[in-house]
């Protein structure tokens, strides 16, 4: 008895654990990241990957944050909430886009992971940076602080920050409206969709409240075989 447990204890300690410092769980909420990342899809988020502060920096083989990477971070507007972006921009970096192209450095980004659906240009998202026109949607504090960054219309990302968008670049609210992500916000990088929903039955059997979770809980359990994106689930994330 006393070894079940112990062993049962170690396992929660184990788990806990790799909760906390390893891995975490993640659901994409929104359409931003399509094709790449769909709503209904079920995240194994690395927080391990890009390290942090601290002595094991100098241990651990952790990696650098770079352009191109897929990250989890906390919302700089809201820290309660969760986000997930493409990296587009590293700190030094010289950005602008023309008609939607994303120019790094005066060198066109080569991006086979956007996707685009709005056939009507849009002033502010496409031609970024204009500091000469507010767009709708568009934080106040990052209207006053990106005009301080634009030199011969270019926006200079600076040190420990990161400018992001989603790859759905029609449909994506990300650093062209509110700003850039500071280096401690960010979490990790998605390693795995361990699951994948159908999006209308996620939308239908998803809440806020208490019993609606009960019910999507179980609706997702005795329907899984029709419910589940067989071709994404247990799926890397690149």
Not at 9 to 19: N, P, R, S, Y
Not at 154 to 180: A, H
Request: aromatic residues 12%; glycine residues 8%.
């Amino acid at each position: 008895m006393v070894g079940s447990v112990q062993s049962l204890l170690g396992t929660v300690v184990i788990a806990v654990f790799v909760i906390t410092f390893i891995v975490q769980a993640f659901q994409i909420p929104s359409e931003s990241m399509m094709n790449t990342l769909l709503v209904g899809d079920y995240l194994l988020v690395n927080k391990l990957c890009y390290g942090g502060p601290g002595p094991g920096d100098h241990i651990l083989p952790y990696q650098g944050i770079s352009r191109g990477d897929i990250i989890v971070f906390l919302y700089p507007i809201d820290p309660q909430q969760h986000f997930v972006k493409r990296v587009i921009g590293v700190p030094g970096d010289h950005l602008r886009l023309i008609n939607k192209q994303v120019f790094i450095n005066g060198k066109p980004l080569r991006e086979p992971y956007a996707r685009y659906l709005d056939p009507v240009s849009n002033v502010f998202r496409d031609n970024f940076p204009r500091t000469d026109i507010p767009a709708i949607g568009l934080e106040g504090k990052w209207w006053l602080q990106m005009r301080k960054l634009v030199e011969d219309g270019e926006l200079i990302v600076p040190e420990d920050n990161y400018f992001v968008m989603g790859d759905n670049r029609d449909d994506s609210q990300d650093s062209r409206y509110w700003g850039f992500v500071p280096r401690e916000n960010i979490i990790g990088r998605p390693l795995l969709i361990y699951w994948s929903v159908k999006s209308s039955d996620n939308e239908r059997y998803t809440g806020s409240s208490f019993g609606a979770r009960i019910w999507h809980a179980a609706y997702a359990v005795t329907h899984l075989p029709e419910i589940t994106r067989w071709k994404r689930t247990l799926r890397l994330v690149h």
